[in-house]
């Protein structure tokens, strides 16, 4: 399925990010946007299959699964883009500049990007299989990331 295609790239983009970021090499952040664009294509073509399914007769189930696939589509895409270009740029200003990390805030990223990554791979799971059980980690999730924000832990470092 074209979607579990679109999940794999958008994961690994985020996979990428810390080691682009570790080695300071601007052609993993150029190799990280230009996944961005074979997500570009698979969201072309899972829109162009949805809309075919749209002009069909649908259940009320159907219909439900064809929205989340679109939504879920829509949602993937965006986080490639916010990667291709917020966060790009980012990581190139941070680059070509010579900062260090201290050992703290890099533990804190890293657990978070690892998280972050998990619940990705979970949701993508919970669309390609239907899995509600799945879906529900992923909106508990949710509400730990909520938590974890609001009690911001770089604020002591």
Avoid: W
Wanted: glycine content about 2%.
């Amino acid at each position: 399925m074209e979607f579990g295609r679109m999940g794999k790239i958008a994961s690994k983009i985020l996979a990428d990010l810390p080691e682009a970021i570790r080695t300071k090499d601007p052609n993993k952040v150029e190799a990280i946007k230009k996944l961005d664009d074979k997500v570009d294509i698979l969201e072309d073509a899972i829109f162009n299959y949805l809309s075919k399914i749209r002009q069909q007769s649908l259940t009320e189930d159907q219909s439900k699964i064809h929205q989340d696939l679109m939504t879920a589509t829509v949602n993937l895409e965006t986080l490639a883009d916010i990667i291709e270009t917020e966060l790009s740029i980012l990581i190139k200003k941070f680059i070509n500049k010579d900062r260090t990390v201290s050992e703290a805030t890099r533990k804190i990223f890293a657990d978070l990007h690892k998280e972050v990554l998990h619940t990705l791979n979970l949701a993508i799971q919970s669309i390609c299989e239907n899995d509600q059980q799945v879906a529900t980690e992923v909106t508990i999730a949710k509400h730990d990331y909520m938590i974890l924000f609001l009690h911001n832990p770089l604020e002591h470092t």
